[in-house]
């Protein structure tokens, strides 16, 4: 069964310094591998998706990800972190069999704080 | 206007009382999911539906019902309400036409069993 773990529950950085959100995985094929941000009395916002090809994927809110086969990982980095990042991030795994998938599993979140 | 719409945005209800949860959606999709999200556990699947026909349980559908009256909405039932049901549900959309099952989701529903 397809599992994913996000090490750090929560990190605390101060505006203006660089950011990296880990994610682990365990799939036995290539996964399809999103990362969610949930802003305080949000619901959940794509960030970014890898799904093949180039193994770093820019998303929204100047967010990138790099997906590393040999290490079953994918995280999350922003070189400069704004106040308005602060808000819980989830990684999340899909399955890549290429017949009917639905299932998305969640890892617990990394709740990010942000220091002026 | 949202594509994904949950009502209430919040809840506060008593232990044993039944309650239901709607979710529509304007984004067209056959897919729709109910998570529940709880402090330190991320979501977890309740219920999904492939199709008004096509109904299945998730990995924590005890407790819970669902009803999918028409393409655009699907509902969660608390046939009676205990308070370990207390926690913030979201309602998610995705397109069976792209494989990746792109996940789009509501507001949520926060939900409090007193």
């Known amino acids: 069964a397809q599992s994913v773990t996000q090490p750090d529950i929560h990190i605390t950085v101060s505006e203006g310094a660089s950011l990296e959100l880990r994610c682990n995985y365990s799939y036995g094929a290539t996964p399809y591998l999103f990362w969610y941000v949930q802003s305080p009395g949000q619901g959940l916002q794509l960030l970014l998706k890898y799904f093949s090809g180039d193994t770093l994927v820019q998303g929204i809110k100047g967010f990138e990800a790099e997906f590393k086969r040999s290490q079953s990982s994918f995280n999350l980095r922003k070189p400069s972190v704004h106040w308005s990042d602060a808000a819980e991030y989830f990684c999340?795994?899909?399955?890549?069999?290429?017949?009917?998938?639905?299932?998305?599993?969640f890892g617990k979140g990394t709740l990010l704080t942000v220091n002026p | 206007d949202a594509d994904v719409t949950q009502t209430p945005r919040n809840r506060i209800t008593k232990t044993g009382k039944r309650i239901m949860l709607e979710c529509s959606q304007t984004k067209g999709h056959d897919r729709m999911y109910w998570y529940r999200q709880d402090p330190g556990l991320g979501l977890r699947l309740i219920y999904y539906?492939?199709?008004?026909?096509?109904?299945n349980k998730g990995e924590i559908s005890d407790g819970y019902s669902v009803s999918r009256q028409a393409q655009a909405k699907f509902s969660l039932s608390l046939e009676s309400a205990i308070p370990n049901q207390t926690a913030l549900y979201f309602c998610?959309?995705?397109?069976?036409?792209?494989?990746?099952?792109?996940?789009?989701f509501g507001a949520g529903t926060r939900l409090s069993v007193l």
């Open positions: 998610a959309t995705s397109d069976p036409g792209t494989r990746q099952n792109i996940q789009y």
């Open positions: 999340a795994v899909g399955e890549n069999s290429g017949g009917s998938n639905y299932k998305l599993t």
């Open positions: 539906s492939f199709d008004v026909k096509d109904i």
